[in-house]
C-alpha cells in the first residue's frame, strides 16, 4: 500500500494516464521569435516537451508589429518609402528562412512568404492610391506580423524534426468589430476550437482574429497572450507556458529598477492587478478564460529555460511579502470635474461616466473628494481630449452658470501601483508608502484603493515616476533599503 507521501504523485501520475490528451499551450513572444537564433532556441525548448499534444501560439518577429503600423502610417502619407520598408521587412523574414531551413528545403516556404509579402504590397498599395486608412485596414496589416512568424516557425520546426500542422487563428478567433482592441465572442470561439486538427504538434499566429462578417481583427497590442489563453481554455489544456525575455513576473519592471527580482508565485487577481498597472510580460485579458478553466500559467524566459519562472494559480503558497509587487503606467491623464454646483447634486458622476462611455474611453480610477466639490478620473493621455470634450458638452449648462469650473485635464502622469494579497487586512501599508514619497518631496495628485484592498495605486508625476518606483522597491523588497542611484537620481 502506498504511503500516504505517495498519493499526490500516484494521483497526478493516474490523472494523466487517464486523460492522455491533455495538451500543453505555450506561448513564445516577439523577443523569442526575434531571429533565428531565437527561433531555435524556442525550437530545443518544445523539442523536450513530453506532452502527446502542444500547440503553439507565436508573436511576429521582435518590432515588426512597430514596423507595420510606420507602413500604413507612411503609406497613408503618401511616402513612397513605404516600398523601401516592404523591402527591408521582407529581407528580415528571408534572412531567418535561410538560416533556419536547408537551402534545398527553401523554395517552398519562400514562395509562400513572397507571396505573402506581395499581397501586403497590394493593400499598401491601395492605402496610397485611396488615401484610406480604416482600422480595419490598419488591422490588416498589423496582422502580417504574426501571419509571417507562424509560417516560418512551422516550417522551422519541420526541418527540426517537430512535424506540426499550422493554423490561421483567424478561423478560431471570432470577434466583434471593433477593429485594433477586438472583443472575443467566446461562445464562438470555444466552439470553432473544437475543430482544430487532432494532431501531435499545432502552430498558430497570436494577435490576430476575425469579426463574424469576416474581417480580419486584432486582440490589443500584446494581445498574443490572450490568443494562447483562449486556446489553453477551449482545450482544456494542463498549463499555459508564457515564454518571454525575463524570468517571469518581476517584483517590478527590471527596466526600471535594478534591484527587481522574479517573484515565485502569485494568484491570478494578483498577476492581473499587476498586468493591468503596467507589467508589460502579461497582456490583462489573458487571465480571464484561464480563472475558469482553473488552469495554470507559468511564465518563463526563453533565454534562461531552466528558471522556474513564475507560476500564476488560483492557490498560491503563502508568502511573507505583503507586498508581491510595483507596477507603473505612464502617459495617464487626469481629467477633473469641479465647482460648488456639484454638492448636493445627485447624477453628475453617472452624466460623467456616460459622457465618456459615449466615447468608449476606458477609465483607469476613479476619485472624488469628500465635500463632493469635484470628481477625479485617470485615463490613456491619448484619450484626454476627446474626453474634456464630451464631458465639457455634457456639463455645458453648468459650466457657463458658474455652477462647475471648466473641466482640467493634468498630463503626463503616472499611475504607480502596489499590488498583493497579504495587503488585505494589513493596516499601515498605505501610510507608510505615502509618507515614504511625501519624505522624498514627490507629490501625490490621487489615490486608489480597489475595493479588493489587494491594491493601492497613487497618481503621480511622471517626471516622478521613476524614483517613486525605486523608492517603494527598495522599501518593500530590499531588506537593507540603502537607496539605489536610480532611486537617488
Ligand atoms: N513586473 C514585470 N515583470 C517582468 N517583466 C516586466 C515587468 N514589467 C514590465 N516588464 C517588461 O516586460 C518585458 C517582457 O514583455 P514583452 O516585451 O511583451 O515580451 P515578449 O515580446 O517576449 O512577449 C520585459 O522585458 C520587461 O522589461
Ligand atoms: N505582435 C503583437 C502581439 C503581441 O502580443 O506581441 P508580443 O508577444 O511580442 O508582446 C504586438 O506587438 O502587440
Avoid at 75 to 89: K, N, P, R
Avoid at 115 to 137: A, K
Avoid at 223 to 242: H, M, P, R, V
Avoid at 410 to 431: D, H
Wanted: proline share 4%.
Amino acid at each position: 500500500m502506498a504511503s500516504s507521501a505517495l498519493w499526490p504523485e500516484i494521483i497526478v501520475e493516474l490523472t494523466f494516464s487517464l486523460t492522455p490528451d491533455l495538451m500543453l499551450v505555450m506561448k513564445f513572444g516577439g523577443t523569442s521569435v526575434a531571429n533565428a537564433g531565437a527561433i531555435r532556441q524556442l525550437i530545443s525548448i518544445v523539442r523536450e516537451k513530453n506532452n502527446p499534444r502542444m500547440l503553439v501560439v507565436v508573436s511576429a518577429m521582435s518590432k515588426v508589429t512597430d514596423l507595420l503600423i510606420s507602413l500604413y502610417q507612411q503609406a497613408a502619407g503618401h511616402d513612397a518609402a513605404y516600398l523601401d520598408l516592404i523591402t527591408q521587412l521582407e529581407a528580415k523574414h528571408m534572412e531567418a528562412i535561410e538560416d533556419l531551413v536547408p537551402m534545398s528545403q527553401q523554395i517552398e516556404i519562400k514562395g509562400r512568404i513572397k507571396m505573402i509579402f506581395r499581397e501586403l504590397e497590394d493593400v499598401c498599395r491601395g492605402i496610397y492610391l485611396l488615401d484610406e486608412l480604416s482600422d480595419n485596414t490598419k488591422a490588416r496589416v498589423m496582422a502580417y506580423g504574426e501571419r509571417l512568424s507562424s509560417a516560418i516557425v512551422s516550417v522551422a520546426f519541420q526541418h527540426h524534426g517537430l512535424p506540426n500542422t499550422l493554423v490561421d487563428s483567424r478561423d478560431y478567433i471570432i470577434t466583434d468589430t471593433t477593429y485594433l482592441n477586438a472583443k472575443v465572442n467566446l461562445k464562438a470561439t470555444y466552439a470553432q476550437m473544437q475543430d482544430l486538427p487532432q494532431v501531435e504538434l499545432i502552430v498558430a499566429p497570436g494577435f490576430i482574429s476575425r469579426s463574424a462578417d469576416g474581417k480580419t481583427t486584432v486582440l490589443g497590442r500584446g494581445g498574443s497572450d490572450y490568443t494562447a489563453s483562449l486556446y489553453a481554455a477551449a482545450l482544456q489544456a494542463e498549463a499555459l507556458e508564457i515564454w518571454s525575455d525575463v524570468d517571469g513576473m518581476y517584483t517590478t519592471d527590471p527596466r526600471k529598477a535594478a534591484a527587481a527580482y522574479s517573484i515565485e508565485e502569485l494568484s491570478y487577481e494578483e498577476a492581473m492587478e499587476l498586468a493591468y498597472f503596467g507589467a508589460k510580460v502579461l497582456y490583462p485579458p489573458t487571465i480571464a478564460p484561464l480563472v475558469s478553466a482553473k488552469i495554470p500559467l507559468v511564465l518563463k524566459n526563453t533565454f534562461n529555460p531552466s528558471h522556474k519562472g513564475t507560476l500564476i494559480t488560483a492557490n498560491p503558497a503563502p508568502s511573507q511579502q505583503n507586498v508581491k509587487g510595483i507596477s507603473c503606467i505612464d502617459h495617464i491623464a487626469v481629467l477633473t470635474v469641479s465647482g460648488s454646483g456639484m454638492v448636493g447634486v445627485p447624477g453628475v458622476a453617472m452624466r460623467l461616466f456616460k459622457a465618456v462611455a459615449l466615447e468608449c474611453i476606458n477609465i483607469y480610477f476613479i476619485t472624488q473628494s469628500s465635500s463632493e466639490q469635484s470628481i477625479t478620473i485617470g485615463l490613456a493621455e491619448a484619450e484626454g481630449e476627446k474626453a474634456v470634450q464630451a464631458i465639457s458638452q455634457e456639463f455645458s449648462d453648468d459650466i457657463s452658470q458658474g455652477l462647475l469650473n471648466p473641466v482640467s485635464l493634468e498630463t503626463p502622469m503616472s499611475i504607480v501601483a502596489l499590488v498583493g494579497n497579504g495587503m488585505i487586512q494589513q493596516p499601515g501599508i498605505a501610510g507608510k508608502a505615502f509618507s515614504l514619497l511625501g519624505d522624498h518631496q514627490i507629490n501625490i495628485r490621487a489615490i486608489a484603493q480597489g475595493a479588493t484592498e489587494r491594491i493601492i495605486s497613487v497618481v503621480l508625476n511622471t517626471n516622478d515616476a521613476h524614483r517613486a518606483v525605486n523608492l517603494l522597491h527598495d522599501c518593500f523588497f530590499v531588506s537593507t533599503p540603502e537607496p539605489s542611484a536610480a532611486t537617488l537620481a
